[in-house]
């Protein structure tokens, strides 16, 4: 079965985000002085095979462990459905 | 009223994705040869100040518009929710 699986990666709470600060700063100078925050994060979809929802779950899982986020400073969330 | 965004910024669907297909050959490296495709895109949270939920979705959609997405080869979606 073919499963489409969104990936997001971000960093946990505590963690600094330079790209966030100058994305901040920037919106600053645009004239958004509204904005208070803002945090950048990795959204990924990925097309799979698999036998049933919750292998295809588990695998993604396992790809967010080993490659897609670093686990020391990034959280991640995966949502898996099948197409 | 204060309200907190989310922005998932994509690359269009007849764009190519380098960085997609560097993750997809890393992930059959790793074994997951069950992965068919990967895109990869940007997801940004915000907190901002705005009188009401419609000025707030307005003046996120201009910062994409003008700052947080390439229109030319990117799509944008955003969510709004009163904190």
């Given amino acids: 079965m073919r499963f489409?699986?969104?990936?997001?990666v971000t960093l946990k709470p505590?963690?600094?985000d330079?790209?966030?600060?100058?994305v901040l700063g920037s919106l600053h100078t645009l004239g958004f002085e509204s904005v208070e925050a803002v945090r950048v994060g990795k959204y990924l979809?990925?097309?799979?095979?698999a036998?049933?929802?919750p292998t295809a779950?588990?695998?993604?899982?396992?790809m967010c462990e080993r490659l897609l986020a670093n686990t020391v400073?990034?959280?991640?969330e995966?949502?898996?459905s099948q197409t």
């Fill in 4 to 8: 489409s699986a969104q990936v997001h």
């Fill in 14 to 16: 505590t963690v600094n």
């Fill in 18 to 22: 330079p790209q966030g600060n100058a």
């Fill in 45 to 49: 979809t990925l097309a799979l095979d």
């Fill in 51 to 53: 036998a049933d929802e």
């Fill in 57 to 62: 779950k588990a695998q993604v899982d396992s």
């Fill in 73 to 76: 400073i990034e959280s991640y």
């Fill in 78 to 80: 995966t949502v898996i």
